[in-house]
């Protein structure tokens, strides 16, 4: 995308006036007066304004997460939200295994193995292993993680490299393709031992393992504040075994938070939602908008408009403003899906 420098310079250019220096480290650009003070406000203001015009742009678009705590029924959203999408919302047993899917090697220790492009590598007698003590006693968990090569031997003990609770082989069924595997076991302690292990001559790599309670995440039903004030708030006040449990609805507070009913018993779940950001305005010459490089006219063609109405230039104002909204409607197009159907639940 277009720098902040090159966005003004490309106003200024259009206007039949001085530009930045292409070569300037930040020092001119800070300096500015005149005009050029202008254009760099209007840079942002037209950036603000095409990031107002919907709720939903795609490139303002993030994944929220928020592990519950047993005993907590409200949690904030995240700092830089600006629209909630309710209909998103999924508790999931939360994730046991840190660096599960193998970026690096932080909270694994290993013999010969070792982790590289994502991958843990296997060669023969060849383990890794994960110390994770947040299990509790007699619930059963879920291991699901991906393999290729070869045969891969999951561990899992009360001691380092220990098989007290569970030691299974698993196979890729075609050599050279990969194939997850899920089995399950019951905890007997809040400390286990997870180890992988390659016992074969073919080297094997693991793709990524997820450890989770073995239960099935679960879509969190939409209600509004006043449902919640008007059918749950009065059992959520009790404080007696009637306000706890799996989580069913989710509702917004009246402070910007997100609520949960019933409230979360344990503090094992996760709450996966979908939601949209600010922006924040660009200040430096070398910033650039998160506007893919295809919408940088739309930007000029804003601030333009803006120039043109500083100068008291109405008609050419007019033609840079009809430019933008039709550039606001190719973005529609290209970036918003639509729901074709009224969905009811």
């Known amino acids: 995308m277009a720098t902040y420098l090159t966005l003004s310079n490309r106003v200024l250019e259009s206007l039949n006036e001085v530009p930045f220096s292409t070569t300037d480290s930040g020092t001119e650009f800070a300096a500015s007066r005149g005009i050029q003070t202008a254009v760099k406000t209007f840079i942002n203001q037209s950036i603000n304004d095409i990031y107002n015009a919907e709720l939903q742009w795609s490139f303002l678009h993030s994944d929220g997460t928020q592990v519950t705590t047993a005993g907590t029924a409200e949690y904030s959203l995240p700092s830089d939200y600006r629209h909630v999408d309710y209909d998103t919302f999924i508790v999931t047993p939360t994730q046991l295994v840190s660096t599960n899917n193998f970026s690096s090697d932080a909270n694994w220790t290993h013999s010969s193995s070792s982790i590289s492009g994502g991958f843990l590598v296997l060669d023969q007698n060849d383990?890794?292993?994960?110390?994770?003590?947040?299990?509790?006693?007699?619930?059963?968990?879920?291991?699901t993680f991906r393999i290729t090569g070869s045969t891969v031997t999951l561990k899992v003990g009360t001691s380092s490299g220990g098989t007290e609770i569970k030691s299974e082989d698993f196979t890729v069924a075609n050599t050279?393709?990969?194939?997850?595997?899920?089995t399950t076991f019951g905890a007997t302690a809040s400390t286990l031992y997870i180890t992988l292990t390659n016992t074969t001559s073919t080297q094997a790599k693991v793709d990524f393992i997820n450890i989770?309670?073995?239960?099935?995440?679960?879509?969190l039903q939409y209600i509004t504040y006043e449902q919640f004030a008007r059918?749950?708030?009065?059992?959520?006040?009790?404080?007696?075994?009637s306000s706890y449990g799996t989580p069913e609805y989710v509702y917004p507070t009246?402070?910007?938070?997100?609520?949960?009913?019933?409230?979360?018993?344990?503090?094992?779940?996760?709450?996966?939602?979908?939601?949209?950001?600010?922006?924040?305005?660009?200040s430096a010459y070398d910033d650039s908008p998160t506007l893919a490089t295809r919408y940088q006219d739309i930007v000029v063609s804003k601030s333009k408009y803006y120039t043109y109405?500083?100068?008291?230039?109405?008609?050419m104002a007019q033609m840079c403003l009809q430019e933008y909204l039709q550039g606001i409607t190719r973005m529609r197009v290209e970036l918003i899906?639509?729901?074709?159907?009224?969905?009811y639940v």
Do not use: C
């Open 309 to 315: 109405m500083l100068r008291g230039d109405i008609q």
């Open 231 to 241: 059918d749950y708030r009065e059992t959520d006040a009790s404080i007696d075994s």
């Open 127 to 143: 383990s890794a292993q994960q110390t994770i003590t947040t299990f509790v006693d007699n619930r059963q968990y879920r291991a």
């Open 337 to 343: 899906n639509r729901d074709e159907i009224m969905r």
């Open 254 to 282: 009246q402070d910007g938070k997100f609520g949960l009913h019933p409230i979360p018993d344990r503090g094992n779940y996760t709450v996966l939602f979908e939601y949209w950001t600010t922006h924040t305005e660009l």
């Open 212 to 219: 989770t309670e073995d239960i099935d995440p679960q879509r």
């Open 176 to 182: 050279g393709e990969g194939q997850v595997h899920t």
